[in-house]
């Protein structure tokens, strides 16, 4: 079956610096690729849409300049959370849709994010 | 605006009982998934439900789709500890996006 991974698994940084998170399609080319925040006990809340060679469409409520996606390629898109704050703290899960069969989206593994 | 809504939130049963789930949502849709999540894991993929009256089972999972009543249930079958999990479901939106609910996290005691 189609694999998304995402690196890393796990960062922990200071306040006020920026962490970038990749999110790769091992075995297909997706057009689209989505990103994920989830706050402990919480379900997941869409944070964008990421299309190859376009801007990213943000949800409402989030931050297009404090949360920069780049999907430069059809196997890559990643998401920069810039100058974090303990807020930021969250798991981030990224989903890719298959170019060729849009019906279904696949997880990445997360990125446990923990900004001290 | 699409809402999706599970409930319950939570549920302790014991091992060999029987329960469902359910998931309510608000505007017509194509298509609902359900996925499993484990503690610090990513979701994993358990159903696909496509039309209406669509039933799938897999193990002691089964889940239905009744479009008209927008609803969609989780059925746990003789349940045992390995399904202690949390549960979401996700209805699909206008460019391809997913709305998920809630969530309800099983805990299945021995």
């Known amino acids: 079956g189609a694999v998304v991974s995402q690196h890393p698994s796990r960062v922990i940084c200071k306040s006020g610096t920026s962490v970038k998170i990749e999110c790769r399609s091992l075995d297909f080319q997706a057009t689209t690729m989505f990103w994920y925040r989830q706050f402990p006990k919480q379900s997941l809340m869409l944070m964008a849409t990421s299309n190859e060679g376009s801007k990213a469409t943000y949800e409402q409520g989030v931050e297009k300049d404090k949360f920069l996606i780049n999907h430069a390629s059809l196997t890559l898109s990643t998401l920069t959370v810039t100058s974090a704050h303990p807020e930021d703290s969250s798991f981030y899960i990224c989903?890719?849709?298959?170019?060729?069969?849009?019906?279904?989206?696949?997880f990445g593994p997360g990125t446990r994010l923990t900004v001290l | 605006e699409l809402k999706v809504e599970q409930n319950p939130l939570f549920l302790s049963m014991q091992e060999g009982k029987n329960y469902t789930i359910y998931c309510n949502y608000s505007t017509t849709s194509d298509r609902l998934y359900w996925y499993r999540q484990d503690p610090g894991k990513s979701l994993e993929s358990l159903f696909v439900?496509?039309?209406?009256?669509a039933v799938k089972q897999e193990g002691r999972l089964m889940a239905s789709l009744d479009t008209k009543a927008r609803l969609s249930t989780l059925h746990i079958t003789a349940a045992v500890h390995d399904l202690s999990a949390t549960y979401f479901c996700?209805?699909?939106?206008?460019?391809?996006?997913?709305?998920f609910g809630g969530g309800t996290r099983l805990m299945v005691k021995p």
């Open positions: 989903s890719a849709i298959e170019t060729i069969s849009p019906d279904t989206q696949y």
């Open positions: 439900l496509l039309s209406n009256g």
């Open positions: 996700a209805v699909h939106n206008a460019g391809n996006m997913l709305t």
